[in-house]
C-alpha cells in the first residue's frame, strides 16, 4: 500500500536526519542575527571615535607591524565602526584585527572570521572538518525526502487543527502535521538554498553551472591563478574563480583602492597572494543583486575585471538569489523574520516527531509492513542520484528497513 511506504520512508528519513535538523534550526537561527551578536561580542572592539580614516598602506604597515603578521585581507565596514583585517602569522595562522581606522591601532585580536566565522562553521558543521560538513550534505538531502513524504501524509487527511492535550498523541501528530503544512515549504527551500554551500554536491553544481555557461562572467584572456584568502568575500559564484594575473609590480592597496572606487564605500579588498596577482574588491552587500566584484592589476592600476550581478549567468544568479533569501537578506526584515519562523517550526518538528513516535509505544522501529512500492522507489532512486551522498545512506536505510522486520516492528 502506497501510505504505508510513504510513512515507512517518512520515519527513516526522520531518523537519520533530525539531530542534524535540529542541529541546523538552532545555528541558523543565531546566524540570522550574526550582526546583533557580532557588535554585542566585540562591543568594545568595535567602538571608534569618528575621524578620517588613514591611508590603507599606513593602516596595513601599522597592523603588520604590530601584529607581526602579514596583512592579507581588509573590510571596510558600512557603519562608522572598526575595520577588520585579517592577518597571516609566518606559521600560516591567520586571525581577525579589529583596527582603528583613525590612527591604525590593533583593538582586539581573534580567530579568523570572528563570532561570524564561528556561527558559520557550526551551522555547516565545517568545524569539525570534511565529515561533519559530509553529514550535513547528507542530512539536507533526506531533508528533502522528509518534506516531500510529510506533505504527503499529511494531505491524506488535510487538517491545521490541534486537538486534544499534550497527553494525547493525538495532539501531537496534529501539532506535527499542521506546523509542516505551514512551514514545509519554506523548510523545503532552505534544504535546496543551503546546498550550495556542500562539499561534493555544492562544488559540482558550481562545475555545472560554469560549463554550461549559466555561471560567473568569463574571466579576462590571458595567465590565470589562484588568489589565496579570499573566501566567503565573494558572491558563491565567484569564490573559486581564477584571477587574472598581471605583471610584476605593486602599487599599493590606496592606488588600487583609487582604480576600483565603482565597488562602493563598503568593501572587502584582498590584496595580492603572490607576485602578479591582483587587487581584489568585493563589495559588502545583503541583496544578491547588489553583488560587484573588481579585479586591479597590481603592477598598472587596470581595471582587468568589473563583475556585477547581471554579469552572471541565469543560473548563478537564481543561486545567489536563493542564498541572499536563506540568510535573511534579500528583502530586508520580513524576510528574516520568515527564515526565522521556519527555524522555530523545523524546531517544533524535531521536537513533535519523536514524542509521537514515542506515544505510539511501537515494537521495534514503529515503522508498518509493506515494500517500498515502485513509483516512490523510483522517486527514491532519482533522490538518490541527485545527491549522490545521500543516495549512499539511502541503501543503508533499506537494510534498516530489513532490521526493522526481525526486530518486530509493526
Partial sequence: MLQRAVWRWHLVAGLFVLPFLGWLAVTGALYLYKTEIERAVYAEWLSVEARPTLPIGTLVASVGAETGARVVQVARPSAPEAWRMTVAAPNGTRRLAFVDPGDGRVLGLTRAGGITGVLRELHSLAITGPIGNALIEIAAGWAIVLVLTGFWLWAQRPRLTVRGSPNGRGFWRDLHGSTGALGGAVVLFLAITGMPWSGVWGRGLQSLVTAQGWGRPT???????????????????????????????????????AAARGVGTAWTMTLPATPGAPYLFSALVARADDAHVVAVDAASGRIVQDARYADFGAGARAIEWGIAVHQGQQYGEPNRLVMLAACAALLLLVVSAPVMWWRRRPRGLGMPPGGTGRGLGLLMAAAGAAFPLTGLTMLAALGLVRVQGWLGGR
Fill in 219 to 257: 574571466a579576462p584572456a590571458g595567465e590565470h591563478g589562484g588568489h589565496g584568502g579570499h573566501g566567503a568575500a565573494l558572491p558563491w559564484s565567484m569564490q573559486h574563480a581564477a584571477m587574472p594575473m598581471g605583471g610584476a609590480g605593486d602599487i599599493g592597496p590606496d592606488r588600487a583602492l
